[in-house]
């Protein structure tokens, strides 16, 4: 049953809503249907992520009216995220601003009912590491960090405390040779290692909580970190409000929620090839100019000139228009410009010509659009074309 403050959310955006192929999207994101909201709730906290993690994942791909409570409400009802909830954030470090992955990392080792693992973070984009090791020497931490390298690139600064593993003459060797800047921090001096400690707290605790989860009871130590390093990697973080993945790779990660998108993908390409030779996909170019939908007037939505920024999926398009700014459209809301005989072309080769020209002085000019049945009735078309009454769309003869 849909309450009546759903159906007045629904109504309050009934202008930003579309129906794409049977899927009902709010902007880009997809309005997910009542009994499969628990279903998404529960993914974005498999690994009990906080709440404004979850919020942020969540905005990037579904919405239903009361989703962000209904998270609050997740991440606070939480009897294993009650449980580990930090005391209070630690204070800044001291440490300089770093500008690029591999500037600095802090390394720490810590254990774990009785394993051991090697934890890493990188200061400018929060990525984490967490290796299970079987022992806390210094060949293995090496082993760990040449892994991290191969993978990322070197580092310039590392800064661990005076464990054994790194104060050996084989770990000093190690960064001499690689041409690492190490720093050793003085415990409970104002420059210490906190960033390592907060890497550790953070993997921890994260420990903690999935060993608790019936979900996880029969799932391996290292699945939970992999699990829960996943979720963590590819939500923004507060002190630089991008995820560490963005800030790694230059772009996001591809989760479980993008399965969302493809099949709306899918099955628009499987329409697509219903209707065959009769509408050719349009395809934008960067930097192209267009006609985009204008759905500033609720009652009348028109087309205005605007411009392809980025193309963000198959067929969604990040565009900007002056009257509209920056701007995310699908390509069905998107025209072609100069805008050409295309329409026309359509017209004849899928047969959907109106012979009743009563309305029309130029039987030419009329066509059904095929438009009609998958989005909104196109009331303004560029070019003066207009909609009759009978939902045909009139073009004025060219000349
Ligand atoms: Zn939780």
Redesign the pocket.
Known sequence: MIQEDELKTFYQKRDELSVEEGVLLWGYRIVVPTKLRKMLLDEL?KV??GIVKMKSMARSYFWWPCLDNDIET??KK?????Q?RPERSDPVSPWRLTSAPGDRVHVDHFSFRGSDFFVMIDSYSKWIEAFPVRTLTSKETIEKLCEYISRFGSISTLVSDNGTAFTSDEFQNFCKSRGINHLRTAPYSPCSNGAAENAVKTVKTALK?LSN?PAFQKKSTSIMISSFLEMYRASKHATTAESPFKLMFGREMRLRFDTLKFDATRRQDDTIQKVNNRKKQETFAVGETVYVRDYRNPKKASWIRGKILKKLGAVLFECSSEELGTIKRRSHQILKYPYDDYEEDRRISNGHCNGNNNDDADSDASYVSLEDDVEDNPTNQPNGAYVTRYNRVVRPPRR
């Open positions: 906290h009990h992520l997740l991440g939480c009897e294993l995220c009650i580990q909580k989860d």
